[in-house]
């Protein structure tokens, strides 16, 4: 009966950790469905959201709706906006930008005028805009910096229809770049596009946004929406043409065509990482930029600061501290913290240690701030709620919030529910409520709070005070009582700590006590602080640490009495189950022979299917060792053509000078001077004719072995083999290494560089392009080295750049490639060193020009 109880127990006892239902939120969209917004439909339709307990409502857009105003005034939990979402930030509203999806605005100027070629021709001519597009600091900017007056411009309201630029009803447009410009490449039309960031004014757009409120008592839900949705975009940004199928299908009100939806992707991806690898990144000193802008123009209201405008989330596990906070910590971090005590598993002290799950709990609470606690000991709650009072504790850990203490004391928002249950001897009916306990005595410890609510509202109870939960179950033992209500996981651990096999819980009566943690009030900068860091922490965190302390260690007992029992009962059970196979037995055996056939055929299926395997596999293999033989004959002829490349100037003077000395000295005019010059230049080609042996020897050296080796040596390696067929073409080498050490098969990774590098080559002869650079980058962090290589000879296809790792995947002749150098280089960085490499189009200024080409990434981690 013990171990039924216990099961029975513990299983009331995880109601409260059970799955809670999904939380609904909503976002409201800036305009109307199109992919600007894909990555929230991907997270709504992938399950992103759900999966971190959220049901999201996409709020569409219409005219007369303004994002932030929903936000703020709480019809919408979170909210996309431009970067004019400082100027509602200053006009009083209490949102928080979350992340910046654009790195650089997506709204430009555009026109078909022929005779407006640069900003000045804006002059007396009209331009079509929103309100919202005429108050961006990034249009604004881009024409006040060519010294043109906003006075001098006419401006007309936006109808939003291309056909006012194409008919000549307005000179300009203001237009998303990602939009206006394929509906006029479809009609054939020519066009310019006046860009903010062309003229250095690479704004944010797109921010996610939500309000005070919600980060600060909703902070769970919030971290949960940012992290769903930008798995989003990530999915949404590597899968476009499928993006682009669900919107056109679903969310399309619009009626925007899939290839329309494609062009829109693509053009958005070039924004969201425009300078950046991650996306959704905020820059302070971008952000500061943003409102200095505004406020020199005279458009802002307010002044703010910028920090509170923008939730930073930190890489390490601290949160954001603001100066002010930073400064007292500095002066004051060492504080005195009250406890509950002897609410084993909760708060307790054990050989002068404070344990429990809020000692646990506290321990989070100071990887967050940084703080330093002291808990003051001592074994009564009245005496420690009377220090609080005195302020001779700075923080109370866990302590319900009453009117009376709010005189004293600020509340976070409760992060522990502490259910109620009924102790009572083995005989005591269960109950249901404590109302069916009419005329009963029951047990309460008089120093919890709660205590005053139940009993005001159980009236016909008679409560009996007590001083702790040692006091209630003597009590109830000794029939003084009938029974007493304690905290759920404090009992159990009490009553099987003890093995009181005469007591037991009678019901968990949905009687509970939320605790938070409570900060002397009169130190509102500590109570930020420490408030911070509980809406830091997740349910999900406070839901591991409380199961890992309420799991019971059971005693084992001597007495057999429980043992025989439960053999008794594990015999009924069999006699019961040996029935049940008898009548089973009967009415199945006319399936058996059906069964049995059913099997046989499964047998010599599963025997085929070995074999099957087995061919397959070898068949693999044979493929494999083909594939390396021919990557290797491959790579030989490459090396040999390269051997004879860099051969040929050498011997061209050793023959010159052999031929030289010959002659003079058949004509007699050999002088010493003449030999032994010519005798030098031999020698020096020679040693540069065994260097390049040398190099080409280490290049098709095997590796055996994983050693230590340096990458920038072994990129200057592979630079050797090819150092002077890249300087017949022109092509420059600009590196960017620091020095970094791993260990791997230092001739393998020889083999990769040359595989990229050969490639880049490649590319330049197809490209055609005057000034030819190779950007070389090593990057060490604590965590990874990475490796960049990118060119500027155009990039990569987007409709081939997903194949070019296949193996026999090539684009040249067959005369000029097989197809599996990148295939190789591929399986020696994933299989054989356990690193990555992945291949992009990138966008890069150097020196003042723009350049656009493929980009080659290798990253190795720590082990």
Same mark, same amino acid.
């Given at each position: 009966m013990k171990l039924l109880l216990l099961i029975i127990v513990l299983i009331i006892s995880f109601e409260s950790l059970s799955a809670k239902e999904l939380n609904k939120v909503s976002l409201?969209?800036?305009?109307? %469905?199109?992919?600007?917004?894909?990555?929230?439909?991907? @997270?709504?339709?992938?399950?992103?959201? *759900?999966?971190?307990g959220l049901d999201v409502e996409i709020k569409p857009f219409n005219f007369g709706i303004h994002a932030p105003n929903e936000v703020d005034e709480g019809r919408a939990d979170f909210g996309i906006g431009r970067e004019t979402l400082i100027l509602d930030r200053a006009e009083g509203k209490k949102i928080v930008a979350l992340y910046a999806l654009f790195q650089s605005t997506p709204l430009i100027l555009i026109t078909t005028n022929k005779n407006i070629n640069k900003i000045e021709d804006f002059v007396n001519k009209k331009?079509?805009?929103?309100? %919202?597009?005429?108050?961006? !600091?990034?249009?604004k900017a881009m024409i006040s910096s060519k010294k043109v007056k906003m006075s001098q411009l006419h401006f007309l309201k936006h109808t939003h229809n291309i056909n006012d630029l194409i008919n000549k009803k307005t000179d300009i447009i203001s237009a998303y770049i990602s939009k206006s410009p394929f509906e006029l490449n479809e009609r054939?039309?020519?066009? &310019?596009?006046?860009?903010p960031k062309d003229y250095g004014f690479d704004m944010y757009s797109d921010f996610l946004f939500t309000s005070e409120n919600m980060i600060n008592n909703h902070f769970a839900t919030v971290i949960a929406f940012k992290k769903a949705s930008l798995e989003g975009w990530k999915y949404a940004y590597s899968h476009i043409e499928e993006t682009a199928t669900l919107i056109s299908h679903k969310y399309n009100s619009q009626h925007l065509t899939k290839k329309a939806l494609i062009f829109e992707g693509e053009e958005l991806k070039k924004l969201s990482y425009h300078g950046v690898e991650k996306l959704g990144k905020i820059k302070e000193d971008k952000v500061q930029r943003i409102y200095d802008l505004y406020n020199v123009m005279g458009l802002i209201p307010n002044k703010i600061d910028t920090k509170k405008f923008v939730y930073y989330t930190q890489?390490? *596990?601290?949160?954001?501290?603001?100066?002010?906070?930073?400064?007292?910590l500095k002066e004051n971090n060492k504080f005195k913290m009250c406890i509950i005590p002897n609410i084993k598993p909760y708060s307790y002290f054990e050989k002068n240690e404070f344990k429990g799950f809020i000692a646990d709990y506290f321990k989070i609470i100071k990887e967050r701030t940084g703080i330093e606690i002291e808990v003051i000991k001592d074994d009564k709650f009245k005496n420690y709620v009377n220090l609080f009072k005195n302020k001779k504790c700075d923080i109370f850990a866990s302590l319900e919030k009453t009117k009376e203490r709010e005189t004293y004391a600020n509340f976070t928002k409760p992060y522990v529910n502490i259910p109620f249950v009924l102790i009572t001897k083995q005989d005591f009916p269960f109950v249901d409520s404590l109302s069916g306990l009419k005329n009963k *005595?029951?047990?309460?410890?008089?120093?919890? +709070?709660?205590? &005053?609510?139940? &009993?005001?509202?159980?009236? +016909?109870?008679?409560?009996v005070g007590v001083e +702790?939960? %040692?006091?209630?179950?003597e009590k109830v033992l000794n029939n003084k009582i009938d029974g007493h209500l304690d905290l759920l996981y404090t009992t159990l651990y009490k009553l099987y700590d003890n093995d009181n096999s005469k007591l037991k819980i009678s019901n968990k009566l949905g009687i509970d006590s939320d605790l938070g943690i409570a900060i002397r009030k009169d130190d509102k900068i500590l109570f930020d602080i420490i408030n911070k860091a509980v809406n830091d922490i997740d349910g999900a965190r406070i839901d591991a640490l409380i199961k890992s302390w309420v799991t019971i260690e059971y005693k084992k007992s001597t007495d057999f009495?429980?043992?025989?029992?439960?053999?008794?009962? @594990?015999?009924?059970?069999?006699?019961?189950?040996?029935?049940?196979h008898k009548i089973l037995k009967q009415m199945n055996k006319s399936l058996n022979d059906i069964v049995n056939s059913k099997t046989e055929e499964l047998v010599q299926i599963n025997k085929e299917l070995e074999e099957r395997i087995k061919a397959e596999v070898e068949e693999n293999l044979r493929k494999d060792h083909l594939l390396q033989r021919q990557t290797k004959l491959a790579s030989m002829g490459e090396m040999l053509e390269n051997i004879a490349h860099q051969w040929r100037q050498p011997l061209s003077v050793i023959s010159m000078g052999a031929s030289g000395i010959k002659l003079k000295k058949e004509l007699d005019v050999l002088d010493d001077k003449f030999m032994f010059t010519t005798l030098d230049s031999i020698l020096k080609s020679s040693s540069f004719l065994s260097q390049t042996i040398d190099d080409f020897k280490y290049f098709f050296k095997p590796s055996k072995g994983k050693n230590k080796f340096s990458l920038d040596a072994c990129f200057e390696k592979s630079l050797n083999v090819l150092n002077l067929k890249f300087g017949s073409e022109n092509i420059q080498i600009i590196k960017n290494i620091k020095k970094a050490e791993i260990v791997g098969y230092e001739s393998e990774l020889v083999h990769v560089f040359i595989n990229i590098l050969n490639n880049a080559k490649d590319a330049f002869c197809e490209a055609k392009v005057d000034k030819k650079f190779?950007? !070389? %980058?090593i990057i060490k962090t604590k965590t990874k080295i990475t490796i960049k290589i990118k060119d500027n000879a155009g990039g990569i296809k987007p409709s081939i750049i997903d194949n070019i790792f296949d193996p026999y995947f090539t684009t040249k002749h067959k005369s000029q490639g097989t197809g599996i150098g990148l295939y190789m280089s591929h399986q020696i960085i994933s299989k054989h060193m356990n690193g990555q490499i992945e291949v992009s189009n990138t966008t890069y200024q150097y020196k003042n020009e723009e350049f656009k080409g493929a980009l080659f990434t290798i990253t190795f981690y720590d082990e």
């Open positions: 409201q969209l800036s305009w109307f %469905d199109q992919f600007q917004f894909a990555g929230y439909y991907i @997270a709504k339709e992938k399950g992103y959201y *759900k999966n971190l331009i079509m805009t929103t309100d %919202d597009d005429s108050s961006e !600091v990034s249009i054939g039309i020519q066009y &310019k596009i006046f860009d890489d390490s *596990k601290k949160i954001f501290l603001t100066k002010e906070e930073s400064a007292y *005595k029951i047990g309460i410890n008089s120093s919890y +709070n709660i205590s &005053k609510r139940i &009993k005001a509202k159980y009236s +016909n109870v008679q409560f +702790n939960l %040692d006091e209630g179950i009495t429980y043992l025989w029992i439960t053999l008794f009962i @594990a015999g009924l059970i069999f006699l019961a189950l040996m029935y049940r190779i950007f !070389v %980058d």
